[in-house]
């Protein structure tokens, strides 16, 4: 296999990037994987208890970057108590010691400490670059020290995560001969900032690209810092109402229109309904259009922001657009790639500012539409297949329908004939979220179909076992399985124990698998972990000889795992 | 039928703390809902008691709003956005302390504080004075013959002409102002109520 020297079968490697080609270079021959082990830069831990950061650095000894994941993705949504893992110090403290030159950190869903972050600050010299998405457990005197100590810094990103705002000065511990920023983003910090720090860093950092703010930067401080920064491509307004006069305006418009690298725009968190057309001169260039934190904004402001994006390739917008907005939205947004439309109100009140009309707009004016996520009231088969006809290029599909268990709202059938359409005509479908009312003939349909299928989140669907059978038979490239309150049972979890070798996780809560069926798994697998969540119980079902027929009315959790047993589980994780 | 109705209503109202139980006051004819609310007050031992003995038969007669309140996790919004728009409703509290007052052709909000005002004539004067301009006061006393209306979002969400409806229960439902130009007014779906008292 070898009729190039190791350098330079390792530099046709460097072309290669995506983490799934990589591994399976690895896979060619031995001398490849050798090649690829230590040519390897970017490293991807989907589930961070399936390996551990010494098997890590054995495997790849001088890898840059390295992306980690925690927690299930229904963390999210409350459903995994505060406690359950997804701690990140062990593997800060392993890379620590060991002479990886790390350089590049993603974390999603972990807990992170002060105590990490500043020993992550000490031991990288070349670090450059810090993302965490949903994290939780550390406040701003962490990034008090990555500011301190990152000489090299380029990104700090921290995206919705819960920082611990100490109100402190961590802006300012930036030092003054710091000029390398690029990326900055503190949307999610929640108390007051240093805004003289800010605009000292923003004017001192030529190459910033990427700004967001927090609540508590007004209008005036951001007039100053965009006309220090006219370089920004990418701007997430804080505040955007205030008690400051009308020459505080001007001068925002005036430093809007010398943005003309602008492309992407969001935050308005507190928002009033006219500042938005402060923005107009530059949505023509706008590729990427979040507003959906900006419920202040009635749907007709909207609209006339809208009108002027005729590049949009992104949008995140709330339903209070409505179906006459999407219908604008269908008409200009011609690249439209990607639409997300949140609900405004989440008690599901009655209000149907969004339909299927509007999503069959959606469909029928934006081609190159490939993924949505779509929150609305009702929902018809008819729509979902006309959907279907006209945009067979979904990779990424995720319809919820508020009310569990709705059916067509026309003809009160199950919304099986729906889903199937969209599944048999978009073959390329990677992830998909259903809803409404469901019969175990969308899972087959889902099965036969969804060839392409890597996750897939059920809540409230099915009729018995064969449902989940369908789709843990059918669906040969499943990655990430979640099913809440749905009538699946140890039938459908045991039948084939080898499928979850293939998969990176399964989730089942309020389903209908028992104890007996779960311990039956673990022994039947022990390269599985399979974890039982039972917050209110803490263990008491064991002492108190729980029978084995009982229902698992908490959580079951399982995944892949070379390491074994996690050993940080707290009280109410039961791992079989 | 009608009288299942009146007890199935009155063992709901009790039913949680009150803004929690969302869904099921929505469901309900609004005008009678906010009155029993307001007269019921907000003791929350009270409304505790009330889910205790009154559980059982509303959950017999009406199990799906039940339900539909105490799922936990859904609709699937993560918690950092549900924070953020949560965030949204209890700032503009309703009755109590600040509004937001918008104006058209102003590119920024103003905060007033209701309770400061005595009447609508306090309330003209104040918000000419929060914008620095004449007419907004006229426009409230004398609605026909100004280039603006003033309007109001109530607790359910709807937009008033303000004005109509006595002090008392202006301030107790409103819960954002609006300055509009008359001329964008006619299409904007103002609810037109208070026509009939």
Known sequence: MNYFPDEVIEHVFDFVTSHKDRNSISLVCKSWFKIERYSRQNVFIGNCYSISPERLLRRFPCFKSLTLKGKPHFADFNLVPHGWGGFVQPWIEALARSRVGLEELRLKRMVVTDEGLELLSRSFVNFKSLVLVSCEGFSTDGLASIASNCRHLRDLDLQENEIDDHRGQWLSCFPETYTSLVTLNFACLEGETNLVALERLVARSPNLRSLKLNRAVPLDALARLMACAPQIVDLGVGSYEDEQDSESCLKLQAAIRKCTSLRSLSGFLEAAPHCLSAFHPVCHNLTS??????????????????????????????????????????????????????????????????????????????????????????????????????????????????????????????????????????????????????????????????????????????????GMLYVLNGCKKMRKLEIRDSPFGDAALLADVNKYETMRSLWMSSCEVTLGGCKRLARKAPWLNVEIINENDNNRMEENGYEGRQKVDNKLYLYRTVVGTRVDAPPFVWIL | MEKDGLELEITELRLGLPGRDVTEKMMKKRGFTEMIMTSSGSNSEQCESGVVSSGVDVEKVNETPAVKTQVVGWPPVCSYRRKNSCKEVSTTKVGLGYVKVSMDGVPYLRKMDLGSSQGYDDLAFALDKLFGFHGIGVALKDGDNCEYVTIYEDKDGDWMLAGDVPWGMFIESCRRLRIMKRSEATGFGLQPRGLDE
């Open chain 1, 289 to 466: 259009l979040n507003l959906s934190y900006a419920a202040e904004i009635h749907g007709s402001h909207l609209i006339k922001l809208i009108e002027h994006c005729k590049k949009l390739q992104r949008l995140w917008i709330l339903d209070s657009i409505g179906d006459k907005g999407l219908e604008v939205v269908a008409s200009t947004c011609k690249e439209l790639q990607e639409l997300r439309v949140f609900p405004t109100d989440l008690h599901g009140g009655g209000n149907t500012a969004v339909t299927e009309d509007g999503l069959v707009a959606i469909s029928a004016g934006c081609p190159k539409l490939h993924s949505i996520l779509y929150f609305c009231q009702q929902m018809t088969n008819a729509a979902l297949i006309t959907v279907a006809r006209n945009c067979p290029n979904f990779i990424r599909f995720r319809l919820c329908i508020l009310e569990p268990h709705k059916p067509d709202h026309v003809t009160s059938q199950p919304l099986d004939e729906g889903f199937g359409a969209i599944v048999q005509a978009c073959k390329n479908l990677k992830r998909l979220s259903v809803s409404g009312l469901l019969t175990d003939q969308v899972f087959l349909y889902i099965g036969m179909f969804a060839t392409q299928l890597e996750m897939l989140s059920i809540a409230f669907a099915g009729d018995t076992d064969k």
